[in-house]
């Protein structure tokens, strides 16, 4: 093999743009020649908090050294202590939790768990939803899934009044569905967020006829939306809410979190899922210090503000240039639609000018879209630096 060459399986549709990062903290990373970037994705839209915050690693360091890791006949009172915190910030009293390692398998294990119960063979979620890279919830297959097409909703002139009684709604099959699985805006990354009364509609009519409410809040919790939860912006009661990502600060951990109702329908029955690093003292820990550090620092409003001025700022910039299509914006998951042409990606020179001029940003594979997920704690002069570079650089674009 070239010693030069460079030996990762990368990831597909992702373009390795710098592949020498020694060093992060709080919204920057640093490459080994010193180069800091604003990192405006938290990685994979992962560090809420920011990179290496002070009281992540100092539990990090302190939970290693007494217990990282248990196994299947024995744990310790940390796991037990933020299921308890998760429980309580969705209102859960009485609810059971599962600490896993990622959002995918968080969902997986919701969906595993509700089709124990359900009394109907389908699940229903809607056809741009990204439920996760493995099991049922990745493949969506027609014999388990009803997928919902809402781009007619779009388009629909009734869509912020919509109770359900359209034809569209219609070839809804609630006779053989007995849940819905909500992914409350990211849309698979493309960002969007279907009209709050369809989603009202859809659960209201789901939890009626006895099936449950599933939510994948692995992109859109631990408030990276203005709200602790996604699913807030819709005013549902979900039965089965999975989180990941932020949940973790940078760290692997993601959690499946019951309602009552839920843990009733369960009853005893073992749900058929185990793992390595199920229940890890270690995930629980840094969890329960992000919720903290969420909570203390004040950081749902401060990402709510940061979010609004962010938006504002974007708005500014497309009244500069025809070259912006959309701007989508819930909190501080944004996303940019630039007019691309078939000739060339704009979008991608874009992307490769703003890691030049040191700023990162997500780019979705096969979609002219640039996605913002930045740390709750970015400052203000982070967002002025980032917004006058985008500018400068739609008037050099190609």
Known sequence: MNPHQNPLQWLPGHELLIHDIVKADGCHVTDSRGKRYLDLESGVWCTSIGHAHPRVLKVLARQAAAVAH?????TSPVVADT??????????????CVLLCSGSEAVEFGVRAARMVIPRPLLLTMTDSYCGAYGSAHAKRP??????????????????????????????PFDRIGGHLLEP???????HFPPKKLIQAMAT?????????LVNEVT????????????QHYGIAPDIVALGKGLGAGYPVSATVFSPRAVRMLGDIPVPYAQS??????????????????????LIDKGRRTGARLLAGLMAVRESTDRIVHIRARGLMLAIELGDDSLRSRTAWLHRALV???????RRPKAPVLRLDPPLTLAEEDIEAFLAALKDLFKQMP
């Open 205 to 213: 009519t789901v939890q009626k006829e006895g099936g449950l409410v």
């Open 143 to 172: 014999e388990e899934w009803h997928l919902f097409d809402w781009t007619v909703c779009k388009r629909c002139p009734a869509a912020r009044s919509c109770k359900g009684g359209c034809e569209h709604f219609a070839t809804i």
């Open 70 to 74: 248990t196994g299947f006949n024995y």
């Open 185 to 191: 805006g990211s849309s698979s990354g493309l960002v």
């Open 356 to 362: 030049q001029r040191g700023f990162l940003v997500g």
């Open 83 to 96: 299921a308890r915190r998760l429980l309580g910030l969705l209102d859960f009293d009485g609810g059971r």
């Open 277 to 298: 690093h199920q229940n890890d003292p270690l995930g629980a820990a840094v969890a329960a210090t992000v919720i903290d550090v969420i909570e203390e620092e004040g």
């Open 220 to 231: 859109t919790g631990m408030g990276r939306t203005g709200e602790w939860f996604g699913f």
